[in-house]
């Protein structure tokens, strides 16, 4: 099955820095990468996703990078702010059997300092 | 509103006992999945069904199991609980094709507590 592994688990950044995240998987079969954020108490929200075809993706302060080839993905983060505080997980989407399962990361707490 | 509902948002409840837990997808969404996130943990993929049918099965125990009804709805029974199965219960739905397809949208979950 597949394996998702997410570093760091914890993140301080100052307002205003950037901050990025990076996750491998292990299956080369996966070929959907969501990533999520999660505030506290609350429900996780897809922020932004990859598929394997694409190398890069960006969403106004938010990208996302896939290299296939060594099976990692990363969200960067620019210009933080207090808001973007929250756990945030990423994921892939492995296509097994004719089903699809969706295996996390184990989580990154960012705390952005004022 | 995610237009994913979980009932019910808060449960409290013995060792020993039995719970069930249920989750009505979004609109159109076949596709449901079930998480377990305890205390600062990550998300832990239970089981999947797709228009009634079992899926996908992740680290789900015996004591747990789970179906999914013909209007899509779907149920969580949680059986002889622990108290290491306090935690908050997730549920997700996807579209299977298209342009949305098997993107996650999750329901605000069910915190279950076992005492």
């Known amino acids: 099955g597949e394996n998702v592994e997410q570093h760091p688990s914890t993140l301080s950044v100052q307002e205003g820095d950037s901050a990025v995240i990076k996750c491998t998987y292990s299956?080369?079969?996966?070929?959907?990468f969501p990533w999520y954020k999660q505030e506290l108490g609350k429900r996780p929200q897809l922020i932004i996703d990859?598929?394997?075809?694409?190398g890069e993706k960006k969403d106004q302060r938010i990208a996302v990078t896939l290299n296939k080839t060594a099976k990692h993905f990363s969200l960067h983060i620019t210009e933080t702010q207090p808001e973007d505080s929250a756990v945030y997980f990423c994921?892939?989407?492995?296509?097994?059997?004719?089903?699809?399962?969706?295996?996390f990361g184990t989580g990154t707490k960012l705390q952005v300092i004022p | 509103d995610s237009g994913v509902t979980q009932t019910p948002k808060h449960l409290i409840t013995a060792t020993g006992q039995r719970v069930t837990l249920r989750c009505s997808p979004r609109?159109?969404?076949?596709?449901v999945y079930w998480y377990q996130q305890s205390l600062d943990q990550g998300l832990q993929f239970l089981i999947q069904?797709?228009?009634?049918?079992?899926?996908a099965k992740g680290n789900i125990l015996e004591r747990f199991s789970a179906q999914q009804f013909p209007d899509l709805h779907s149920e969580l029974n949680l059986s002889s609980l622990e108290l290491g199965d306090s935690a908050l219960y997730f549920c997700?739905?996807?579209?299977?094709?298209?342009?949305?397809?098997?993107?996650?949208?999750f329901g605000a979950g069910s915190r279950l507590t076992v005492l």
């Open positions: 069904y797709y228009n009634g049918e079992e899926r």
């Open positions: 997700a739905s996807s579209v299977v094709i298209g342009p949305g397809a098997n993107v996650l949208t």
């Open positions: 990859i598929r394997s075809n694409v």
């Open positions: 994921a892939a989407r492995l296509n097994s059997g004719g089903y699809q399962k969706v295996t």
């Open positions: 609109s159109g969404d076949l596709s």
């Open positions: 299956d080369s079969a996966s070929n959907y």
